[in-house]
């Protein structure tokens, strides 16, 4: 896999063992550094399969959702720092 340093990107390339991260300006050398790899290693990309049945599956998935929405939704409009509130007086 060859992902884009931008966002969860970057933590998806932390997960997946045998991927490529490269800057968004530079795919092209991303897409040819992960043919090399895989022409020197027939193998190379069998490890992802693996990190997915483990690590990308539906609970942990919304688990990850549930505390975005907790921790970057939910707390700051509950802490009354929201743009979103209505300001009487």
Do not use: Y
């Amino acid at each position: 896999m060859v992902f884009t340093a931008v966002g969860g990107n970057i933590d998806q390339h932390h997960l997946l063992p045998d991927s490529v991260l490269c800057n968004v300006d530079e795919l092209t050398f991303g897409i040819v550094r992960a043919i090399e790899l895989s022409e020197d290693d027939c193998e190379w990309g069998s490890a992802n399969r693996g990190a997915f049945v483990d690590r990308f599956t539906n609970e942990r998935m919304a688990e990850r959702w549930l505390s975005v929405i907790r921790n970057e939704l939910i707390a700051p409009v509950g802490q009354g720092t929201s743009d979103l509130e209505g300001k009487h007086g």
